[in-house]
């Protein structure tokens, strides 16, 4: 398996556009997480969804944020309008519920920078 | 709340033995893990840690648990330079799929 995939790497934007973060999960995996990674606050969890529904959203900062998991090999979290305090890197994860460790698996992440 | 807390860095030479600790607040988990991160890629799990354990020793590596004071560590035998990376410790809440990680503790090894 290639592992989970994030798209793009790399994201530079200016403030007040649209932008949207994509990942492909490992086949057969139920869950999947999407966590932001700052110097200031560390590794946050945002969202996570099981078999395509989120469950806790708890994380998301504001309204601005959203994320969708229209199937289980994909899923988006769209920053609209995108501000320069949302600048991090952007980490897709997933997971098996039946696997014994409940390890997750992350992607390389996307560097998101708003100017 | 659930908080998990790391000292953010940790630097040592080369053959040395490094220590990273770890607290943790919620006293039902039933996993902890170390997550390694290198530079420019994502997390992966490095090793855990039962609850019902007291110490696990993986070649190099060495977990202590200590659940009555909820602290865990992390020991590495003969640091390489290979070994500088972020390490995060987490724990696995009980009664859902939530798992919470620390802020990493950047380690440094020197030549």
């Known amino acids: 398996d290639a592992g989970v995939i994030q798209s793009p790497r790399h994201e530079v934007t200016e403030m007040g556009q649209e932008v949207t973060l994509r990942c492909k999960p490992i086949s057969g995996h139920d869950y999947l997480f999407w966590y932001r990674q700052t110097m200031m606050r560390g590794l946050e969890l945002l969202i996570y969804?099981?078999?395509?529904?989120?469950?806790?959203d708890s994380g998301m900062p504001e309204d601005r944020f959203s994320a969708k998991m229209p199937n289980a090999s994909f899923s988006t979290l769209k920053i609209q309008p995108s501000e320069p305090r949302d600048s991090a890197v952007y980490f897709c994860?997933?997971?098996?519920?039946?696997?014994?460790?409940?390890?997750?698996?992350f992607g390389p992440g996307t560097r998101l920078t708003v100017t | 709340g659930e908080d998990v807390e790391q000292s953010l860095f940790l630097s040592v030479r080369e053959g040395d033995s490094s220590v990273i600790n770890c607290t943790y607040t919620?006293?039902?988990?039933?996993?902890l893990y170390w997550y390694k991160q290198e530079p420019g890629a994502g997390l992966q799990l490095l090793t855990y840690i039962f609850s019902n354990m007291d110490m696990k020793q993986d070649q190099r590596l060495t977990v202590l648990l200590n659940k009555k004071d909820k602290h865990l560590s992390l020991r590495i035998a003969d640091t390489q330079t290979g070994d500088s990376a972020i390490y995060f410790c987490a724990e696995r809440l009980t009664g859902g799929f939530k798992t919470i990680f620390g802020a990493g503790t950047r380690l440094f090894v020197k030549a």
């Open positions: 919620d006293s039902s988990s039933t996993y």
């Open positions: 969804f099981n078999n395509n529904v989120p469950i806790d």
């Open positions: 994860a997933s997971s098996l519920r039946t696997a014994t460790l409940y390890e997750q698996y």
